[in-house]
């Protein structure tokens, strides 16, 4: 099973509202990730979990508080957000195995939650 | 930033003609990659050229890499209207091999 799946497909929340994406994940891979794409733009990275552990915050606003509760699933936390938080959210996972092992950096991707914020 | 320039920004071409589009890159790499996105839906996986291969062939697909110009080709020949999609390089450098970061992307359209 090669497949990651996200849910929701779309999200429509007011500034005040708090919601969350859902992201999971059954082929044993350690490392997952959460990417933002606005439109005719490539996917920017926010978030890596390994092992379930945080390790990579490209400087992403607390407003989006990511969450890994086992190594199947993560979460995408979203509070107060901003008319301009308005994406494509994208989860993806990888075998975190060290290059020097023969791990690769292939990244496995969910269709995505496109976003709305009104 | 590491992030790498594509060319074209778009392509269409007739269906059974090739495509080629190109990335380049600032920095280091470990390895680089190629995505295909259709149409606001997730990415998918079609290649990775390790730093130390120069060429690489997976199907209709064609990828070479010059690291001494930091640069990397993908070529689809045989195009088919399917092929219609968004196309993104990805790198990862030395330090830090679990940062991909994409390309500004290539738009490709075959016509049927």
């Known amino acids: 099973d090669t497949e990651v799946t996200q849910t929701p497909k779309h999200l429509v929340m007011g500034m005040t509202n708090k919601k969350s994406l859902k992201c999971e994940q059954h082929?044993?891979?350690?490392?997952m990730y959460w990417y933002k794409q606005k439109a005719k733009k490539p996917p920017e990275l926010m978030f890596v979990?390994?092992?379930?552990?945080?390790?990579i915050n490209e400087s992403v606003p607390s407003r989006f508080s990511p969450e890994c509760p086992n190594s199947s699933l993560l979460n995408l936390h979203l509070h107060a957000l901003q008319p301009e938080d308005s994406a494509l959210y994208l989860c993806?996972?990888?075998?975190?195995?060290?290059?020097?092992?023969?791990?690769?950096?292939?990244?496995?991707f969910g269709p995505g939650t496109r976003l709305t914020v009104l | 930033s590491q992030q790498g320039e594509e060319d074209p920004q778009a392509l269409s071409i007739q269906e059974g003609e090739n495509a080629t589009m190109n990335c380049s890159y600032k920095?280091?790499?470990?390895?680089l990659q190629w995505y295909r996105q259709n149409s606001g839906r997730g990415l998918v996986h079609l290649i990775l050229?390790?730093?130390?291969?120069r060429e690489k062939h997976s199907g209709r697909l064609r990828v070479t890499l010059d690291t001494s110009k930091k640069s990397s080709s993908l070529l689809i020949t045989a195009s088919r209207a399917a092929d219609t999609a968004s196309y993104f390089c990805?790198?990862?450098?030395?330090?830090?091999?679990?940062?991909?970061?994409f390309g500004t992307g290539t738009k490709l359209q075959v016509i049927p």
């Open positions: 993806a996972s990888s075998d975190s195995s060290r290059p020097l092992a023969g791990g690769t950096d292939t990244q496995y």
């Open positions: 082929m044993g891979h350690r490392a």
């Open positions: 979990y390994s092992y379930e552990k945080l390790s």
């Open positions: 920095t280091s790499i470990n390895n």
């Open positions: 050229i390790r730093s130390n291969e």
């Open positions: 990805a790198t990862s450098n030395s330090g830090g091999y679990q940062k991909v970061t």
